[in-house]
């Protein structure tokens, strides 16, 4: 119970600070919204009309920078992020709700399908090392990691798009359909997505294989499996129910990190294959200087590692019981 | 473990099994009755859709002003500003070009049913005073009021300003009374679902896609004769390059690298046309004690080959451009061919003019190459657009051509919020920076030149980001207004030329296109060089509605 408040009580910390850098980062940058949407449009513009969207962005406020930080975490608190200023007038909820269904949808699930995947050969390429499997599939992978995203997802497109046609190379869904919960819709978005999640599971699915695969071996070597096998226990209960219990606990807090950063989306995802995300959405954000929208979209990042992270510890808590007596 | 493995392959065959049986992906919408009446148009525009459709937003007045909103008439940049009616069915001028009245076209209806009338140009007009956001052509400037007579609309004016005819007639979108009169805050007015006169209405938006059908109120019968288009959104250049190279998208308004080799040789029926609207241009701060001097700038302009520039940063798609600023061919009516003669053939390349033009100011070659006079070198630094790698291969052009004549730029490539404020705000010694013109030479002149756009240093300027001033030139950029007479206009827009040949307060080095690629095999009716019946690119507004109303199913 201590544990659990220590651990909320540090999550509560470091939120706040996260809060108070995520506001005053923006602010440092050169240069103001309305300038950057005047020379966005050189036109006739004039002065006054510059003069009237300052205003409206907000951007000629009275108030202090204090004044505006008390806003500022009251707004967060309600889950007010205000309007955004390069999608003027559109709310910045709204113009997230628009892309981050599809970042948690196809980051997401390929997170999770290349954490298992990735656990699962390193646990059998553990317990069976020096073998074939072990030989071939850890370094291809490891090597495949290291190959960048973009080039990955390039190569897929040139062959499965474009040359073989299998599969489509842009977007969600095909843009004359009308989304809908049909099951032609549905199959048509897995279509769409096939080409981008087989490329982010080539290049992320290295990382759990090699540090699974490690951490099994140490955990191999250690007296309770020689126990088990000496008790006679079938090969796959130890594999799994003795060795590959206690080696996943590291891993589950770099899983936990890596699910909270889905929602920074993935960049490289959406330029190659355009598709809707909230990472090429950030980098609008930033360059065109959308304050409102840039600090939506940290806080969402922020908030959610910190989340993961705490639901990490808490799950390492229940599944090992050597950290809960640690105090 | 090898339950997992199973499950993996189920999926993965699931998978594949509906991708060969799922159809083909693309846009085209064929209906049986001959003839295929669905566009795709292929345009980066960098973001999602936000699905706003309000005209008088800057960021989304290209996505409806022209198809689903109307203007009064239609300027053609490409034919020297050839008015003809769109909304009104005629105007006239009067009362010594202080009155401006246009006669309503009669039998317009909006896209819900009721009726357009004139009441509808008049509120709309009084809505852009009463907001001043919202008049982002700067109309109120001029107008002194708009009033109903019948199914005339009567502009009155504080002086003449016939050069504004281009932004009330064909750049306002007339919107309806019985919709806007009923929101609280028309800046903030999203307008999901617009209600325009214009030949098309959006249903539906989606993030990712726009689709245009067809308004069946469309005053004009049989029109339009494309029933659907559709305006994907494109994150990246590299998948709309892509969608207009295999025919997914028939309409493109993308710089293609290698159009040749990427676009052109993919299908006999793939074309393009860059046709030159206004310039690109260095902007030479004008406050900075040597930049002040005239030789100087005219010595840079000598020396810079904008011939090669254009080859070798623009892959030839951007004309040179010439010293008057006046540019060809769009707008080579207007050239005044005696005056170029006179001055070096607008600025011909010619580095070795350049040359004794710094020595007879004074200037002599330093143990460094760079010229410099009473101690000052000519060295300046060259703000640029680092995201644009066509400007910055130009400016790299231009650096060794002036590096040739004694001349050192060292360019510095900014993102693009550092660079336009700098720009705008006149924090530089040399900027590569380019006006967006108009359907005369007169606008980007008026734009360069008159000394009401610019602003000090440190406040940020509208244009003229040269800081040029000169009272003269003012009040001839102020006389231009008063005339229709168009052997008047010509008069006036050769000597602003002669103030750009004389005193060169900018240097326009490319000349700025409309890009516009188009395939022929499902569409007939494209704007070509020998016919521009307007300005073909898909996100120039109002034109792009013009081009739709031409089109029909080959």
Not at chain 2, 7 to 16: K, N, P, S, Y
Not at chain 2, 169 to 177: E, K, R, S, T, W
Not at chain 2, 382 to 388: C, F, S, V
Request: net charge positive; with cysteine.
């Amino acid at each position: 119970m201590r544990f659990a408040l220590r651990r909320v009580g540090f999550f509560v910390l470091t939120l706040w600070a996260a809060l108070t850098l995520n506001f005053f980062l923006p602010r440092l940058m050169p240069g103001n919204p309305a300038e950057a949407m005047l020379g966005k449009f050189r036109g006739p513009v004039s002065p006054q009309a510059l003069k009237a969207l300052e205003v409206a962005f907000g951007v000629e406020t009275k108030e202090g920078l204090a004044g505006q930080y008390v806003h500022y975490l009251g707004n967060v608190a309600t889950g007010n992020f205000g309007t955004s200023l390069y999608f003027y007038p559109q709310s910045v909820g709204r113009v997230i709700l628009d892309a981050l269904p599809w970042t948690l949808g196809l980051v997401g699930l390929t997170t999770i399908l290349a954490f298992l995947l990735g656990t699962g050969i390193g646990i059998v390429a553990a317990w069976r090392r020096g073998g074939r499997l072990d030989s071939v599939v850890p370094p291809v992978f490891v090597i495949t990691s290291a190959i960048p995203y973009f080039w990955v997802g390039m190569m897929l497109i040139l062959v499965f798009a474009e040359q073989l046609q299998w599969f489509p190379a842009a977007f969600a869904y095909n843009v004359s359909l009308t989304p809908g919960f049909n099951p032609a819709f549905i199959v048509n978005v897995v279509e769409h997505a096939f080409l981008p999640a087989l490329a982010l599971l080539i290049t992320t699915i290295g990382t759990w294989i090699l540090t699974m695969r490690n951490t099994m071996v140490t955990t191999l070597a250690e007296d309770y499996v020689r126990m088990a096998r000496a008790k006679g226990l079938p090969s796959r209960r130890i594999m799994f129910d003795y060795a590959a219990r206690n080696a996943i606990l590291p891993n589950l807090t770099g899983f936990a990190m890596s699910l909270g950063f889905v929602v920074g989306g993935a960049i490289l995802v959406e330029y190659v294959f355009n598709y809707p995300g909230v990472g090429y959405m950030l980098l609008q954000a930033v360059s065109q200087e959308d304050y409102p929208l840039m600090q939506a979209l940290f806080l969402l990042i922020t908030v959610a590692v910190l989340v993961a992270i705490l639901l990490a510890d808490i799950a390492t808590a229940i599944l090992d019981p050597r950290t809960r007596t640690a105090d | 473990m090898r339950r997992i493995k199973i499950l993996v392959v189920l999926f993965a065959a699931c998978l594949l099994a509906a991708a060969c049986g799922g159809g083909s992906s693309g846009g085209g919408g064929s209906s049986a009755s001959g003839g295929n009446t669905t566009l795709t148009i292929s345009n980066e525009s960098g973001a999602l859709w936000t699905c706003n459709f309000n005209p008088f937003n800057l960021s989304y007045i290209f996505l409806s002003l022209g198809t689903v909103y109307e203007p009064l008439a239609f300027v053609n940049t490409l034919q020297n500003a050839k008015a003809t009616p769109w909304l009104a069915s005629s105007w006239a001028y009067g009362n010594g070009n202080k009155t401006l009245t246009f006669t309503m076209r009669n039998g317009v209806k909006w896209s819900d049913g009721k009726p357009m009338t004139a009441a509808d140009v008049v509120f709309t007009f009084n809505l852009l005073k009463k907001y001043k956001a919202l008049d982002i052509n700067s109309v109120w400037s001029v107008l002194s009021g708009v009033t109903q007579n019948g199914n005339q609309v009567v502009m009155t004016f504080k002086k003449p300003a016939v050069n504004y005819f281009y932004y009330i007639a064909d750049q306002v979108a007339i919107v309806p009374q019985h919709i806007w009169s009923t929101i609280s805050d028309p800046v903030k007015y999203p307008d999901l679902h617009p209600v325009g006169t214009g030949p098309y209405t959006v249903s539906p938006c989606t993030p990712q896609n726009i689709t245009y059908k067809a308004n069946p109120h469309y005053w004009q019968p049989g029109k339009p004769k494309i029933k659907t288009v559709n305006y994907p959104a494109f994150t990246s250049n590299d998948t709309a390059n892509t969608y207009l190279a295999n025919g997914q998208a028939q309409w493109g308004g993308q710089f293609i690298p290698s159009i040749q080799k990427y676009y052109v040789s993919k299908s006999p029926d793939n074309h393009y046309w860059f046709p030159p609207v206004a310039n690109v241009s260095i902007f030479p701060n004008l406050t900075n004690p040597i930049l002040k001097d005239p030789a100087v700038r005219q010595a840079m302009s000598y020396a810079i080959n904008k011939q090669r520039v254009s080859q070798i940063g623009e892959y030839g798609y951007e004309p040179a451009s010439n010293q008057s600023g006046v540019v060809t061919p769009t707008f080579s009516a207007w050239m005044d061919q005696s005056q170029a003669t006179q001055y070096g053939n607008n600025y011909a390349y010619n580095p070795s003019k350049a040359i004794s033009i710094l020595k007879a100011d004074g200037y002599t070659k330093g143990s460094d190459g760079i010229m410099q006079k009473n101690g000052q070198k000519l060295s300046f630094t060259i703000l640029n657009n680092g995201g644009y790698s066509d400007w910055v291969a130009s400016v790299n052009v231009i650096q060794s051509d002036l590096k040739a004549v004694g001349i050192q730029v060292t360019p510095k490539n900014l993102a693009y919020p550092a660079w336009s404020s700098a720009v705008l705000n006149g924090q530089f010694q040399l900027a590569y920076y380019s006006e967006t013109g108009g359907p005369t030479p007169y606008y980007e002149l008026r734009q360069w030149l008159y000394s009401g756009n610019s602003a000090k240093i440190g406040q940020p300027a509208g244009s003229n980001f040269e800081r040029y001033s000169n009272p003269q030139t003012d009040a001839l950029i102020n006389s231009y207004g008063n005339t229709t007479d168009p052997a008047k206009q010509h008069q006036i827009v050769n000597e602003l030329s002669l103030v750009m040949l004389k005193d060169v307060p900018v240097i326009p080095v490319t000349e700025s296109v409309s890009w516009y690629q188009y395939n022929t095999s499902s569409f007939n009716g494209w704007v070509t060089q020998s016919n521009p019946y307007a300005d073909p690119a898909p996100y120039y507004y109002p034109d792009w509605g013009q081009l739709l109303l031409h089109l029909s199913p080959t």
